[in-house]
Structures are given as C-alpha cells and as structure tokens.
C-alpha cells in the first residue's frame, strides 16, 4: 500500500479481545465498513473512523489524519486551558475550519468570541471540542476548500505581481477540476509568503494539518 511509509508510525493494530481495553488510548480506528458502527460505539464521538473501503482514498486519509491531529492539539490546549491559548488555537485553525464547513467556522467563531473574563473554560471547552469533531466528522466539499483557498488568495490581493496572481489563480482553479491536489495552491502561497510575509496566515494549519501531509495529499486519488 502506497500511503502506508507515510502512516505507519501512528498505526497499532488492535484484535478484538484488546479494544475494550485501549479506547482510553486510541484517537482513531481503521475498520472494516461493516464493523464501523459496532466498533464506534465503543470509543468516545470524537474518534476519527476510516473503513477499509475508503483508505484507498487519498481523500478520505486527508480527512482521517487531520481529524487526528485536530483532536491531538485539542487535548493538548486542554492541558493550558486560558483564553488566550484558545483564541490562538482557534485562529490558527480558521482556514481549515472553513475549508470543512463555512457554517461552523461562522459557529466556532462566535462561540470563541463569546468568551469572557470569569468563563467556565472547561465547559466552553467541551462544548468547543465536540463542535470541531462534528465539523471534522465529513470530507469536506471540493468547492468548500476552494472557498477557503480564495479568502486565503485575497492576503496577496495587493502584494503580489499580476503573474503571481494569475498563477496562483490558475492552480486554484486546476484543483478545483480536480486535476491537480490541494498541496499545489497552498504550496504556491507558502513560497509568496516568503516573498510577502505575513504571520498570521504563515501559521495557519490548513498549510500542514498534520505531519508530511504533502506527499500523502500528492498520491494519486486512488491506488
């Protein structure tokens, strides 16, 4: 399997007299299609789940790994719970929250907002975390990840040359066909980025979700 090098190392592989005891340590399940429901009843809603049907999707493995991911940052702002540490892992998401679902980055986004000195933070933070897990629960809309990939596009607005635009446009445009992968675009704004820094949009995770992402996300769709 192609995409295995690149995942292996996060990967147990568990036996059915085992699971009961590993759902306090297991962040996301590789299954067989028929025994998704079953076995996701038995770990928390916020596991991520990919079934042997769909791991042959690079897609489908984007998705998975970054929901991964997602929850393992989660569990570790849990650990530095301050409103601060929360508006800064909230902004550091806000384009990949986008690119999954423009309603819950408009949710997640007041939701942060409404945080106020003397919060119950915990509280917020589960009610936080369960919104992101939903959100992350789907693949995301082709043309929802163009959309956030335009909004990211308008930082260069007024920076780069009108080549680099049309560039940039054009491998937006080609990912949108779906003839080239979603790490085309975003590398091309990484290297404008060097050219036109900017530090919020530089530290945003849509660029890497989760480690070597890039030639996961290159792999052809299917294998």
Not at 19 to 26: F, I, T
Not at 66 to 84: E, S
Not at 175 to 193: K, T
Request: charged fraction near 20%; glycine fraction near 4%; include cysteine.
């Amino acid at each position: 399997m192609k995409i295995q090098p690149w995942v292996e190392h996060i990967v147990e592989y568990l036996t059915a007299d085992v699971v009961n005891s590993a759902h306090n340590r297991v962040d996301g399940i590789i299954c067989a299609a028929q025994e998704r429901l079953q076995l996701a009843g038995l770990f928390p809603a916020s596991i991520a789940v990919i079934t042997d049907e769909q791991w042959h999707d690079v897609d489908y493995w984007d998705s998975f790994l970054t929901k991964l991911y997602v929850l393992q940052r989660l569990n570790n702002l849990c650990q530095h719970l301050t409103q601060a540490e929360i508006i800064q892992f909230h902004s550091r998401h806000k384009y990949l929250i986008m690119a999954y679902s423009p309603v819950g980055y408009q949710l997640t986004g007041r939701l942060v907002a409404s945080i106020r000195k003397g919060s119950d933070l915990h509280g917020f933070f589960n009610h936080y975390k369960a919104g992101l897990m939903e959100i992350f629960s789907s693949l995301p809309a082709r043309n929802i990840q163009v959309n956030a990939l335009s909004h990211m596009q308008g930082y260069f607005k007024r920076k780069a040359t009108s080549d680099e635009k049309k560039r940039l446009l054009w491998l937006i445009n080609d990912y949108r066909e779906g003839n080239l992968p979603i790490s085309q675009p975003l590398a091309m704004m990484r290297q404008l980025l060097v050219q036109y820094p900017d530090n919020y949009l530089s530290e945003q995770y849509f660029f890497e979700p989760y480690p070597n992402c890039i030639p996961i996300r290159e792999l052809p769709y299917r294998w």
